[in-house]
């Protein structure tokens, strides 16, 4: 089995799209951090923050983030974390202790809000724009910190896609 491999980035930069294309193109299993949480704990997003708060969020992300390592089964997992699991030291001490190999999606801010000003995610709704824009700033240099590939996904996901499986080092994922 390979190693895992990480999508991170903003929120609207396109780690659900194209994580569940390129675990489909690499025939491995795709796991969206945001929907397994939400499964598992059988609520939105929205909702967890609403009655829960969002210190209840990321405890929630960590632990589902160590148990989706821990326990990959038979295939390398795609994992789409959410766009602030990696702000978190301990999740990014994960990524380490696993060696995942970490693809940031550094899609434009202007990009990424066009495609989530009109979403019920909950940060969205407490931010004015300019606030997400500081956001996305002081998110940027910590995923760029931590990342091992840095692209855009500015065009069709499925380019983006073929763009990662070219720039993964083919001694790390054995599969390729
Ligand atoms: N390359 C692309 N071209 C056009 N639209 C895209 C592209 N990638 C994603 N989208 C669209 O942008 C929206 C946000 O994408 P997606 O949900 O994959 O982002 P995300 O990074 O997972 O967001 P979140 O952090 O909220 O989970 C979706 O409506 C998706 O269809
Ligand atoms: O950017 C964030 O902090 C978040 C992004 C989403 O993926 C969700 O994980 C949640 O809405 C928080
Ligand atoms: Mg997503």
Known sequence: MGKPIVICGFMGS???TVGRLLAKRLLDKF???DEEIEQTQKMSIPNIFKEKGEEYFRALEHVTLQNV???PGPFTPVVAVGGGTLMDPDNAALLKEYECYVVYLSTDFDICYER???SNRPL???NTREQLRALYDQRHEVYAGLCNT???NHGAPERTVTNII???NPLSIQKL
């Open 116 to 118: 989530i000003k009109s």
């Open 14 to 16: 396109g780690k659900t």
């Open 69 to 71: 390592l821990r326990s």
């Open 31 to 33: 796991i969206d951090l």
């Open 166 to 168: 070219s720039l993964i």
């Open 150 to 152: 840095q692209l855009y």
């Open 124 to 126: 969205v709704m407490q």
